[in-house]
Every structure is written in structure tokens, then in C-alpha cells.
């Protein structure tokens, strides 16, 4: 009986071995199994760690990105500003182009008239001295002065045969002066001097001049 229970318990103990190696077999799958869940779950992690690295350079350029164009925004509004300030200064500048071609036209009309007072101016002054040199070489007898009245009515009354002559003939009034004279009947001042013996350029109001014929 000693004998026979020992060999049952020796089949127990190696059913109980069995068992146990059976249960250490499903426990070794179940660490290869958990093993390999932890080697992808490693790399399931690491795929979202590069990922979420990408992301970071991502958000990273974009606000570079971010900060060129506000960069780039910022510097077109400025050379916006300087653009419409250039905008300004042209239209200023053309007014004053355009005032200074008015001013040029003033101008060259002005250079115009002084070029023509001078060449009266000059034409007097010959007048004058020839006057000057005619009065030198006249005696005092042969001179002849030409009357000055101090009104219209002072003048005597003209004879037919210088009523021709009265037609061309004007009475200086208060503010006349020679070259508005020579200028309102177009005659040439010179001319006008001449013909009046004149040996200055000063007249009187009520005096009366002989027109040249123009």
C-alpha cells in the first residue's frame, strides 16, 4: 500500500509538473504577447514623438512665416506711405512746373517790352542828341518854339490852310506822356520828337503836338 500511494503521488506531482509547465508555456506566450504589444506601443510612440517633433517645426516655421509677413505687410504699408508722399511732392512739383511756365511766359512778355523801351529808349536818346546838335548849330533867331497853352480855348482859331494840319495834331491832357502818345496813335517816338522840335522828353498838360504821319 506504501507503494502504491507513492506512485500515486508521484503521477499527481508529475501531472501537477506538467500543468505547471503548461501554465509557465501560456504565461511565456503571454509575456512574448505583451512584449511585442510593448515593442509597438515603443513604436506607436516614437512615430508620435517624430510626428509631434514635425508638428513643432511646423508651428515653428509657420510663425516665421507669420512674422515675415507681418514683416513684409509692415513694409509695404511703409513704402505705401512714402509712395503717397511721393504722390504729393509730384503734384506739388508739377504746380510749380506749371507756375513756372506761367511765370516763363510772364517772363519772356516782360523781356519783350524792356527789349522794346530799350530800343525806343535808345531810338529817343538819338532823337535827342540830334535835336541837341540841331539846336547847337541853329542861331537863336532861327529857332522856333512851339506855342503852350495852358487850355484849349488859349489856342487861336486855325486858318483853313492848317486845318489839314490840325487834324493831325493832339493836346497833351494831365498824365500823357510822349511814349503813350507815340503808342496810342502808333507813330514812332523819335518821329514825334523830331517833328514837334522837342529837345527833352518832359510835355505840359494843354500843350499841342504835331503827329508825324505814321
Excluded: C, F
Excluded at 506531482?13 to 504565461?27: F, K, S, Y
Excluded at 547847337?136 to 487861336?156: C, E, F, Q, W
Aim: no cysteine; aromatic share 0%.
Amino acid at each position: 500500500m506504501t507503494q502504491a500511494a507513492l506512485k500515486a503521488e508521484s503521477l499527481q506531482a508529475q501531472r501537477t509538473i506538467m500543468d505547471l509547465r503548461a501554465e509557465m508555456q501560456g504565461v511565456q506566450r503571454e509575456l512574448g504577447a505583451a512584449r511585442a504589444a510593448q515593442a509597438r506601443v515603443d513604436g506607436e510612440l516614437r512615430e508620435a514623438q517624430r510626428r509631434a517633433q514635425e508638428a513643432q517645426r511646423a508651428v515653428e516655421a509657420t510663425r516665421e512665416e507669420l512674422v515675415r509677413t507681418r514683416e513684409e505687410r509692415d513694409r509695404l504699408a511703409a513704402m505705401s506711405r512714402e509712395l503717397q508722399g511721393q504722390l504729393v511732392e509730384l503734384g506739388r512739383l508739377r504746380q510749380q512746373v506749371g507756375e513756372a511756365g506761367h511765370d516763363q511766359s510772364r517772363l519772356q512778355s516782360l523781356e519783350e517790352a524792356i527789349e522794346r523801351h530799350t530800343k525806343e529808349l535808345a531810338e529817343l536818346k538819338s532823337a535827342m542828341q540830334k535835336l541837341s546838335t540841331r539846336s547847337k548849330t541853329k542861331p537863336a533867331s532861327a529857332r522856333m518854339a512851339m506855342p503852350v497853352y495852358k487850355d484849349v480855348s488859349d489856342r487861336p482859331a486855325l486858318s483853313s490852310e492848317s486845318a489839314a494840319a490840325a487834324s493831325r495834331t493832339v493836346i497833351v491832357e494831365r498824365g500823357d506822356t510822349l511814349w503813350d502818345l507815340a503808342r496810342t496813335h502808333r507813330v514812332r517816338l523819335a518821329d514825334l520828337i523830331a517833328v514837334n522840335n522837342l529837345t527833352s522828353d518832359l510835355i505840359r498838360p494843354g500843350q499841342e503836338l504835331i503827329l508825324p504821319e505814321p
